[in-house]
């Protein structure tokens, strides 16, 4: 029997805690995946007491199961972009984390089968991570994540919304019909992977083959998103004033270990800068590995060009931060 | 292996600033007032200073020096006891600096403020000693409470202009470089009628330093690679052009150049970025440096252009490119063209 006393006790107490492990996992997930250079969404939330409850009632009508059994009680959700991701987040994870019980859905899944597909991990937080040496409390909670694409997510809501459940009994000409559904999602979510892939070496536009190589490479620095419309505009221009295409194929062919070489550098820049990224406004877009690849190796042709497009005044901050050797 | 100084790296911890008034020769009757404490820094007030500072020397802008043996400026054992100290040291020293600045500036001077900087350039000691000139009535006050100006005041100054930064020197201990110089310096001054004044009073009397090469070297090697990039050019008008430009530039009243100022002047930008790396390449410095045209006298007097069959056309130069027109031929040829009167024949 569900002593309902005992949970609404035990959860009040519970509660505060989990919520600052939620902010801590949270805020820890936040600040390092973009060291895998992608900028997954996450969230996470504390379960509502009723949904407890409700849970428990629901497994105990079906086997002996206790309020203490229950994994989800944290749950940190982790949605990304592209299927290629699930695999990034999952050695992030299995780095960073300790996982008790890791379930890959679409695994389980027959040929034949579709539904809903996502990566679960039971996990604890790993005490011997820098960021949570002085977090021994915490040690023993274990709290769930859920890692999925947004097109899996898209499904998930949806699925939610509608109310439906695989081992629903409907009629078959609706069952037809979510199937039909379920498999657009899927195949969407291989078709932007390929479109991704091939993206990364389309050399026939070097605009969005450059941003492409370093849009992770921002993540990792910025560790926020950026403003897609202007980059595309300011490397199209920044791109016009090479006279010769062998330049601009030697900025393309280097600028990944460019930003490799000065990693050190530009972090502190960032870091040090952090406070005034809405006065420096060109930090907050990756266009800037350009021009400090083009300050050092191709000062003349951005700097005699730049007036025509840009501010001035831009320049000077970009080579203010950047520097020089003395 | 010589480790590179990037100014990226610069980290300001301490800071300190005195003042000094404006005095006529041998009169001291108006003293300097010094701070007794160092200034409180904010994460802003940092990245200021650390900004100004970068600006300051940036790569056209900077002069590599070292300590002259034979100066009697006592300031490089100030700046070394800074440095030294991790900047305990800083009030005491940058105090005894001021007075050594107090102590030599004449009334050509105008009444200044000294910030002195203890921090770190690639993780390693360095003291930033700035000079500003302030205008007229830009005063700062001494906090009652701490006996000491406050930065953020300098910081105010600057931005309403009401002063600029005007002279800049880094130093570094160079064995932990494994380099030849003991910093670097930057001179903003834009008044070319006491340019060469000022300059050589601030590094040499004041720092009691020297350019790293003897300017005469400098100029000359700056001569041979930039001639020998014009050589290489193809078009033999833009051959022309720019020897009469290198000749132009090196006669010009400057008492400092620099590679970048001369492409910048004078060279198209394809030109600009293949010269960049040449001198690139023959770790030639696109920076600032003091002219001496003493070694190429002699070479910058005539321009002399030979023609394939045997014709040649001398100049002088300067005025050579206003004087011979010039003209590439479809067929590859160059004609030239020169409307004068005969003077002689030999």
Partial sequence: MTNVKEIVDLWNTEQPKYENLGKLVNDFIKNKITDYEILPEIHYRTKEL????KKVKKKQAQKEYSYQQLNDKLGIRIICKFQEELDIIDKFLK???TIKNAEYKQESLDFNKLDYVSNHYDATIN?????FKKHNEFEN????????TLNQHAWSNTAHSLSYKQETDLPIKLKRKVYRLLSLYELADDEFSAVNEALKSYRDNPIYNLLRK???????????DYDRETSLKDINTILSYFETDKSKQELINNIESFITV????IQKIYDENKTRFHEILLLTQPEIFIIWYMLQNNSFTIEDNWQNDFDADDLEQAKTLWGNEL | MASKLDTSTITIERIIVHSIPKHKKSDYSIEPQYSELESSLSDGLRLFFKDKVVQSLQSNKELRVCYNTDSISPVSTYIKQIINSKGVDLVEQSKLMTQYLYKIQDGQNTSGIVVVISGLINDKNTCIIIKLERDEGAQLVLDPKTNSFNIKDVKDLMLTRKTKIYKVGLFIDKSLFKIKYDGSTADLQIDPKT???VTTWFIEEFLGCIPLEDPRTTTKKFYDYTTTFIQAIEDPIKKAKYTQDLNSYLQKNSQKISAKEFADDYMETSDKSSYSNYL????????????NNDYIESKIKTITMLFANDIAIVGKKGTFYKNVKLENQHDGTTKAEVISKVKSIR
Avoid: H, T, W
């Avoid at chain 1, 009723?50 to 409850?53: A, G, Q």
């Avoid at chain 1, 005490?127 to 960021?131: G, V």
């Avoid at chain 1, 370093?214 to 926020?224: D, L, M, P, R």
């Avoid at chain 2, 690139?280 to 002219?291: L, Q, T, V, W, Y």
């Fill in chain 1, 50 to 53: 009723l949904s407890i409850i």
């Fill in chain 2, 280 to 291: 690139n390449e023959k770790r030639f410095r696109m920076s600032e440096f003091p002219k």
């Fill in chain 1, 95 to 97: 780095d960073n984390f």
């Fill in chain 1, 262 to 265: 000065n990693k050190v550098k």
């Fill in chain 1, 141 to 148: 909670l274990v709290f769930e994540i859920q890692v999925r």
């Fill in chain 1, 214 to 224: 370093i849009e992770g490479k921002f993540y990792k620095f910025a560790k926020f």
């Fill in chain 1, 127 to 131: 005490c011997s991570i820098k960021e």
């Fill in chain 2, 195 to 197: 340019k060469k004044v």
